[in-house]
């Protein structure tokens, strides 16, 4: 019942703070620490590609090792002092993993852009979100760049921590996020991550095979709920989901594309270069910025239904372990 109540504020939480800049982050703590830890380990090992695997499995050691242990030792502390001071510490954690409504928040900042400020603000504030070079995009590109990332980012920023955290409480949420935070800084396939990344890439897709897939079966379930097409999104999601470079992030944009009947993906250009990728989808009609703001009422929807999954993983398993 601890765990749920925990979990249940945490989300209210997000829902209504979202992430003030102003208010100290744990993942910004922990992108710190990956940062100096990659300074470090450049240093110590040779820059060859057996060096640089090497260094990517220490860096994934040391940042996980690190984050989960002082996560472990601040509750137990937290615990030991006062019960409510362990329930608030526990909360505030978990709220911290968790950003659904940043990511809306942001997104809208793209739509905002586009309706009234013009197509090199709509550039530049897409620009915040997405991994891509958006300096060429047109408004087609820079909305679909915004819808990829709120499909993709359901599953990473919201509900894998949630779920993590209900099976395992918030030190799995931090863990979990240690690695994310790890693939997203150093898991790129070009010269200067393409073998210090491997190890924390690879841990990252371990670790998102399920939840990519129940993020993409929930967009389909509530797709209905906010407007859009669920038959539609279970089609494409069954058919296009493979087609992503990722083993993951194919799900939920399958899912978000069927649901919104527009096509998403195709190529882009990341660090200069053009990288070649299928469609995902069906081209019913051309995609608009509207569909950004339609992409966060499906996100809003599948938070809210990981939510109740997440409750209910956590009650079944105290209902098993009390049978233990």
């Known amino acids: 019942?601890?765990?749920?109540?925990?979990?249940?504020?945490?989300?209210?939480?997000?829902?209504?703070?979202?992430?003030?800049?102003?208010?100290?982050?744990?993942?910004?703590?922990?992108?710190?620490?990956?940062?100096?830890?990659?300074?470090?380990?450049?240093?110590?090992?040779?820059?060859?590609?057996?060096?640089e695997r090497l260094a990517g499995i220490v860096l994934v050691a040391v940042v996980l090792s690190v984050s989960c242990g002082v996560a472990t030792g601040v509750l137990q502390l937290a615990w030991r002092i006062s019960p409510y001071l362990g329930f608030g510490v526990e909360t505030f954690v978990c709220y911290q993993m968790l950003a659904a409504r940043q990511l809306g928040i942001e997104a809208r900042k793209v739509y905002r852009a586009l309706k009234n400020e013009g197509l090199e603000a709509a550039r530049k504030a897409v620009s915040m979100i997405v991994g891509r070079d958006t300096q060429a995009l047109d408004e087609a590109g820079v909305t679909r760049a915004a819808v990829e990332t709120v499909a993709e980012n359901a599953s990473d920023g919201f509900v894998a921590p949630l779920l993590f955290m209900a099976v395992g409480g918030p030190v799995a949420g931090v863990l979990y996020k240690a690695t994310n935070t790890m693939d997203s800084m150093v898991g790129y396939k070009n010269d200067a991550y393409r073998y210090l990344g491997t190890c924390a890439a690879k841990l990252d897709d371990v670790f998102n095979w399920l939840p990519a897939r129940v993020t993409g079966a929930l967009m389909c379930l509530v797709a209905t709920l906010v407007g859009l097409d669920s038959a539609g999104a279970w089609h494409?999601?069954?058919?296009?989901?493979?087609?992503?470079?990722?083993?993951?992030?194919?799900?939920?944009?399958?899912?978000?594309?069927?649901?919104?009947?527009?096509?998403?993906?195709?190529?882009?250009?990341?660090?200069?270069?053009?990288?070649?990728?299928?469609?995902?989808?069906?081209?019913?009609?051309?995609?608009?910025?509207?569909?950004?703001?339609?992409?966060?009422?499906?996100?809003?929807?599948?938070?809210?239904a990981a939510l109740v999954l997440a409750l209910v993983c956590v009650w079944a398993a105290g209902q098993v372990m009390g049978r233990w």
Not at 22 to 38: C, V
Not at 239 to 260: K, M, T
């Open 1 to 51: 019942m601890t765990r749920c109540a925990a979990l249940f504020l945490a989300c209210a939480l997000d829902a209504l703070l979202g992430d003030p800049y102003s208010m100290p982050h744990i993942i910004r703590l922990i992108g710190s620490l990956i940062a100096a830890t990659e300074r470090l380990l450049r240093q110590a090992f040779p820059q060859t590609p057996r060096g």
């Open 236 to 304: 494409i999601m069954l058919r296009d989901h493979a087609r992503h470079s990722s083993p993951n992030a194919g799900w939920p944009e399958a899912a978000c594309a069927g649901a919104l009947g527009v096509m998403l993906a195709g190529p882009s250009s990341y660090f200069g270069k053009l990288v070649e990728k299928p469609t995902i989808g069906d081209d019913l009609r051309p995609i608009e910025p509207e569909d950004i703001v339609r992409s966060t009422r499906l996100l809003a929807a599948c938070a809210a």
